[in-house]
């Protein structure tokens, strides 16, 4: 999948946000700033070897059909690693210390006898917690790879992370952009 499908693949009631005009004037407010340098550097979040050891968060089945997973469908299964763990269960106080990373393992799925069954795996996503880093998108860096494979990233750069991830990310802004919450 490249990326360009993967960010075109939002759902239609975020088009408006993606139209071309919105990113010329995007463009022209992160050079005014000063930041586009740093927005168009590569993105180095690293592929998080061995995060299905990490404390399992919780599962969700979201069909092409969801509003809001849609452009991400699939059967996900999140996890926190340690540096986040205690902040997720107590359900704050936010923001998450730098370090934490989420990492989502989703996979397509079927439906059969009324039970879902996971399938081959689409691609991983995670978030990383740096609030200097990634001042710009609310201290997390956000990185997608198809079919799990550390090889092939599908974010090209913090600029791209914003479209395909922050925007999403967004109204959770009170739970420091995550959506996960702990389910004793």
Known sequence: ??????????????????????????????????????????????????????FFVNSLTAPAESALFGH??????????????????????????????????????SVKDSASLEGAKKFVTVMVKDAKKYEVTGGWGFQVWAGGDPSKPLVPDLAHSVQACFVCHSPQKAQDYVFSTYIP
């Open 1 to 54: 999948m490249k990326f360009s499908n993967f960010f075109y693949s939002i759902p239609t009631r975020f088009a408006p946000r993606y139209q071309p005009s919105f990113h010329v004037c995007l463009a022209g407010i992160f050079i005014l700033a000063g930041t586009f340098s740093a927005l168009s550097a590569g993105l180095d979040v690293l592929f998080p070897d061995g995060f299905r050891d990490w």
């Open 72 to 109: 991400v469908g699939g059967m996900h299964h999140i996890y926190v690693n340690a540096k986040g763990l205690s902040v997720l269960k107590t359900g704050g106080p936010f923001p998450y210390p730098d370090g934490t990373i989420f990492a989502d393992d989703v996979h397509d799925f």
